[in-house]
């Protein structure tokens, strides 16, 4: 329920007392509950973990309650931030750099966890004479080769499309990220594949040693960042269909290309690190 304001406006309950951007002092929950949900996934992977100490379900069922909140907390979020009103608010210079900033800082968090892992990689595989399992298959196939340049591909057609809205060009826009959406399915859907000849062919899993868990740890939360990619280019898509953007109005269309490059910087160097140098001494 909303109620209209003397200047005209509707102010919105919580948890989004007005729309963003256009005060910036509103009092909003949503990026509190996206936190929340984020923050309540690694309690029950950790729950998960010490299944012996606390109920076997308790794990699971927190997992998936916060996977529930984050998602709620990023629809409410973007839906609030860039959705509604679109085309009536004003653009504002001081609201897209804002935007910009927490898009950046958002992917310097992403770049700590990523860093973090790959220490912790770095610093085991340093510690001892390193050797590969004998589970471990042939990493450089072409099967990684072409998943790598799918997603190289996808970063093209993104920026091709970005450049096409910027210029008032929507039906070249419109391809661009439909092929962006496309590509990174079948990236998704290669990875998916090179999981089950890893694992169902070669017995290759998380549990075989150091490599092991640094490979599907790296790979794996990697592709849930992709998928989330995959979702967020497929709504920029969904809302370009309905007439949204132009040649002004095209924040949402930066942020998700910040934030897809990013990804696409991080598995060249996952590929160069644990497939090109994985047998390097």
């Known amino acids: 329920m909303s109620t209209e304001t003397d200047d005209g406006h509707d102010d919105h309950h919580l948890p989004a007392v007005e729309d963003w951007p256009r005060g910036f002092g509103e009092a909003s929950w949503w ?42 907390g990023i629809y409410g979020w973007l839906y609030h931030a860039f ?39 770095f610093y085991f595989r340093a510690g001892a004479e390193w050797t590969l399992p004998a ?9 990684i080769l072409a998943n ?33 959406v496309l590509l990174g399915v079948v990236f998704l859907g290669g990875q998916a594949l090179e999981y089950f000849e890893f694992i169902g062919q070669y017995g290759f ?29 497929a709504i920029v898509f969904v809302r370009g269909l309905y007439g949204q953007y132009s040649a002004d109005r095209h924040l949402s269309v930066s942020t998700a290309s910040m934030y897809w490059h990013f990804v696409d910087a991080v598995w060249i160097f996952l590929v160069v690190v644990l497939y090109l140098g994985a047998g390097q001494a």
């Open 83 to 121: 959705i509604t009103k679109f085309w009536t608010r004003e653009v504002s210079d001081r609201g897209s750099s804002s935007l910009r900033w927490g898009m950046i800082a958002f992917l310097g968090s992403e770049l700590a966890t990523f860093g973090a892992i790959f220490t912790y990689y």
């Open 148 to 180: 790598t340049a799918v997603l190289v591909a996808s970063s093209f057609t993104l920026h091709w499309a970005h450049v096409a809205i910027r210029n008032g060009d929507r039906t070249n826009f419109l391809r661009g990220m439909g092929l962006t």
């Open 205 to 233: 899993t998380y549990a075989e040693g150091i490599y092991g868990s640094a490979f599907f740890g790296l790979t794996g939360l990697h592709g849930l960042h992709v998928m989330l990619g995959v979702v967020f280019i």
């Open 31 to 72: 990026p509190f509950m996206t936190a929340l949900g984020g923050a309540g996934i690694y309690v029950g992977v950790a729950l998960w973990i010490i299944a012996d100490l606390v109920h076997p379900l308790a794990g699971p069922a927190v997992v998936v309650g916060s996977v529930g909140l984050f998602l709620t």
């Open 135 to 143: 589970t471990t298959p042939d990493l450089v196939s072409s099967l």
